[in-house]
Each structure stands twice: as structure tokens, then as C-alpha cells.
Nanobody, 122 residues
């Protein structure tokens, strides 16, 4: 079956960096567009970034543009989210997801990981 497993979350001070990984199995990774979402306590799941299959075009939420970078390594079936200049408001559970369509809407993603906690202290 399809599995997406996130790793790399943790506690970091404001201004610090983390790199999240999303290891995929059970699907043809290169055929899927990959996205990262986050959900803070009491808030809805929100789009963070996505990268397309094929050319690897990217799109970011305005709140993370210039600080976060999404990438993928199809040979390793892994997507990444490099997060720099972290702020306390970036604190959330971060999820990776896979979609056949190129989209920023969470409801259009077919597969989801279990999430990894990112906490940014001030």
C-alpha cells in the first residue's frame, strides 16, 4: 500500500532551520505532484508548498515564500522541505501529500503522511 513517512521535525529557536523529508513507497513517485501542508492547533490544514512531477515547478504560500524551499529526488522517492528563518508562527504539524493533479487544495491530494511536529520557540 501507499506510504508517505515524514521526518525531520523538532524544536528549533526562531531564526533557525529544519529540513523535513517525506519518504514515499507503494506508488510511482515520479508520477505524482508532491505537496507540504501544515496544521496549527485550532486551525485548518493549510497549503505550504508544492512541486510538480516532471519539470519540478514549485509554488509557495505567501507566508513562507523566500524562506522555505521544496524539492524532490525521484531516485530516492523522497520529497523535502527546507525551512529557513523559522518563526514561532511556523509552529504546526507538517504533512506531506501526493496528488495526480497539480493543485494547492488539500482535498485534491490522494495520499497523506502521518505528519511531523515542528515547534519554533521565540
Amino acid at each position: 500500500q501507499v506510504q508517505l513517512v515524514e521526518s525531520g521535525g523538532g524544536l528549533v529557536q526562531a531564526g533557525g532551520s529544519l529540513r523535513l523529508s517525506c519518504a514515499a513507497s507503494g506508488l510511482t513517485f515520479s508520477s505524482y505532484n508532491m505537496g507540504w501542508f501544515r496544521q496549527a492547533p485550532g486551525k485548518e490544514r493549510a497549503f505550504v508548498a508544492r512541486i510538480s512531477r516532471g519539470f519540478g515547478t514549485t509554488r509557495y504560500a505567501d507566508s513562507v515564500k523566500g524562506r522555505f524551499t521544496i524539492s524532490r529526488d525521484n531516485a530516492k522517492n523522497t520529497a523535502y522541505l527546507q525551512m529557513n528563518s523559522l518563526k514561532p508562527e511556523d509552529t504546526a504539524v507538517y504533512y506531506c501529500a501526493a496528488a495526480t493533479s497539480l493543485t494547492v487544495l488539500p482535498e485534491n491530494y490522494e495520499y497523506w503522511g502521518q505528519g511531523t511536529q515542528v515547534t519554533v520557540s521565540s
